[in-house]
């Protein structure tokens, strides 16, 4: 069983004296849903608008290679919200400040939340009531929103309300809807109503606030003016290569696959799945923007830290894959941007993990972190982007198999004992699995060793 325990994680006292006198009295906490990395401007997208995002990353630290545990939502949020590399065995980390006397509050979605299942109803989901003084759920009709209808595999386009597909059923992953609206009805808007609410009415008191927007995850549904600037037919599809898929193992090969799920026969489609993609990152950005402008109107911004990332990456038809868990760079590399008053902007290439939120908050508000937190403080990145604070970062796909992720390499290892192994330097969209491969025998012995200390420690 995995422990990773690291030694000295309680902050010594003399850290702790000096955390406690940084300006840093509140945390909002602002994540997305299957939002991957390079989808973002600041993360070098030349074609997605995310001009609130790309602000907040030029006055904070943005990290270019931040991992996620969990590769699927519940998994994920489970481990960042407890910096547990699997499980729960630690108080969460909204109970955490709210246990040193902080307003806690949670909007949208933490904590895994059905989309669209519980988003339709309004419910809590898997939310962990202890970590919130209060909780507000953010409803929305999703894929029943009036408008333009469309299921991309099935290649359907309608304006009827009938036979949407939507909570439970088969294709609901490949729906998108763009309507005649100002997007205030849409659960991502309502939940940046309700933080400028909660930043208002706490403003004078310590808070952690977390507001979680369910964009880009499918249904993907936004106000038409939101799709306007994405021509279908300027889409960029990722490049397929032949024989892509021969080196892949088995436990490899996600289930949602273009030649599995119906949409390698609209490759049209494929380009909308990316145009509705974007067009909802832009709507969530501007949700973003939304807050953090009334966190500087009110004079907030020079006493709160600001996170901003995502539970995990998602799959638009890189090699043929579509959605999530497995253990990819697409799906693993998640956006990460950390603002904090009294440090420079700038940018880490410096591996990260989301479990290593939890203890650098912690420490940037004075807090020891709990002696079952497992990720590491941030902090010394926060003072150096070019520190080095760990050498790997470990990421789980359910049932399938594990990656261990160091600056050059990616290697994964299967529960059938199969292997991947891609240098980073020279193949960063993972084309070519050099494990079997004679001439890296000696760094694939290397990685393994690496990723079986880090599971024992």
Known sequence: MMKMRYPGILLCLSCLAWAAALPVKNVLFLISDDLRANALGCYGDTICKTPNIDKLAGEGLLFERAYCQGTVCGPSRTSFMHSRYQGSANITLGQHFKDQGLYSARVGKIFHMRVPGDIIAGTDGNDVEACWTERFNSPGKEAHTPGAYACLNLNIFTDELEGRQSTKMPHRMFVSVQYEGDGSDQPDHKTASKTIE????????????????????????????????????????????????????????????????????????????????????????????????????????????????????????????????????????????????????????SIVELVDLYPTLSELAGFRAPVAV?????????????????????????????????????????????????????????????????EYRGTLKKLAAGLAARLAN
């Open 198 to 349: 909660l930043l208002r009415e706490h403003r004078d008191q310590r808070f952690f606030i977390a507001a979680g927007f369910v964009r880009p995850h499918y249904p993907m549904v936004a106000p038409r003016s939101y799709f306007t600037p994405y021509r279908w037919k300027d889409m960029q599809l990722p490049e397929q290569v032949k024989g892509d898929l021969d080196d892949i193992p088995k436990l490899g090969l996600t289930n949602s696959r273009s030649g599995l799920n119906g949409i390698a026969e609209h490759p049209d489609n494929q380009q909308r799945m990316w145009a509705a993609y974007y067009a909802t990152i832009t709507f969530m950005d501007a949700q973003v923007g939304r807050i953090m402008t009334e966190l500087d109107r009110l004079g907030l911004r020079e006493s709160t830290a600001v996170v901003f990332t995502s539970d995990h990456g998602y799959h638009l038809g890189d090699h043929s894959f579509w959605q999530k868990n497995n253990v990819h760079e697409q799906v693993t590399r998640v956006p990460m941007i950390l603002s904090v008053p009294g440090f420079k902007p700038g940018r880490s290439a």
């Open 374 to 438: 497992q990720g590491l403080s941030l902090l010394p990145l926060l003072k150096d982007p070019a520190a080095t604070v760990k050498t790997g970062a470990i990421s789980f796909a359910k049932g399938k198999g594990t990656s261990w992720r160091t600056r050059d390499w990616a290697y994964m290892r299967y529960k059938d004992g199969a292997e991947e192994l891609y240098d980073m330097r020279r193949d960063p969209g993972q084309i070519t699995n050099q494990a079997k491969n004679p």
